[in-house]
């Protein structure tokens, strides 16, 4: 069992950054892999990206690539989430996942363990 906290959620404008915390606490959070996930009102939730346990593989959802990285230190037990370049379209409640799966994952249902989520919202 992980519990996840997710902080650096805020309003921005377009073209400007932000960068995201998930806080992993629990067993061993360097077993776990990791994702981000969004999700915009009345949208489903969309996968961001993914990093793998030891952080040397990474995954981007197609809307994000190039601006996105995502990143993760064990030794502070924290997953990060750097955003560039940021649209009105980014504007969502962003959540950090975690599973015991092998292969980073696009889909939700892969990912039992969440956190709360953190707003963003990106202003033109």
């Known amino acids: 069992q992980v519990t996840l906290v997710e902080s650096g959620g805020g309003l921005v404008q377009a073209g400007g950054s932000l960068r995201l915390a998930c806080e992993v606490s629990?067993?061993?959070?360097?077993?776990?892999?990791m994702g981000w996930f969004r999700q915009a009102p009345g949208q489903e939730r969309e996968f961001v990206a993914g990093?793998?346990?030891?952080?040397?593989?990474?995954n981007y959802g197609d809307s994000v690539k190039g601006r996105f990285t995502v990143s993760r230190d064990n030794a502070e037990n924290t997953m990060y989430l750097q955003m560039n370049s940021l649209e009105p379209e980014d504007t969502a409640t962003y959540y950090c996942?975690?599973?015991?799966?092998?292969?980073?994952?696009?889909?939700?249902?892969?990912?039992?363990?969440w956190g709360q989520g953190t707003q963003v919202t990106v202003s033109s």
């Open positions: 990093i793998s346990r030891g952080g040397g593989t990474t």
């Open positions: 996942a975690a599973t015991q799966i092998f292969t980073i994952s696009t889909r939700e249902q892969d990912y039992p363990y």
């Open positions: 629990g067993r061993t959070p360097g077993n776990y892999l």
